[in-house]
């Protein structure tokens, strides 16, 4: 691609120590869509695991944008990720049973839209 600049993947990630577990998170992919033949639209996805050791992963999925109407937004070319943003759905996982410590199959999180 002569004369055209590549566009890099952007690198977000961040730790917190949240219930005396030290976590670390990192953006895993941007809002997209899904050329399975159904038009699905899959949100931003951040992935969240223990500091120092290999143990089940927490995927947050954030929606997909919709405008006041309930249609789809286009593809945002870089929506905001913060670490109190993530936070709070570290928190939601933990209510909602995501242990850091166990082990199997990531546990997907299809978190409450940012604010």
């Known amino acids: 691609m002569h ?5 890099r993947k952007r690198t977000i990630e961040g ?12 953006l895993l992919s941007e809002p997209q869509y ?26 947050i999925e954030y929606p997909y944008p919709v405008d006041k109407n309930g249609l789809p937004k286009p593809v945002p070319l870089r929506p905001h ?12 996982a933990l209510d909602s ?9 990531p546990f997907v999180l299809l978190a409450a839209k940012p604010r």
């Open 97 to 105: 049973g995501w242990d850091p410590r166990s082990r199997g199959k």
């Open 3 to 7: 004369g055209q600049k590549k566009r």
């Open 81 to 92: 990720v913060s670490g109190p943003m993530v936070e709070n759905s570290i928190r939601e």
């Open 34 to 59: 899904s050329y399975n033949g159904l038009g699905q639209r899959i949100g931003m996805r951040v992935g969240v695991r223990l500091a120092e050791a290999s143990t089940r992963e927490l995927i």
């Open 15 to 26: 730790a917190a120590i949240l219930d005396g577990h030290k976590l670390e998170w990192e």
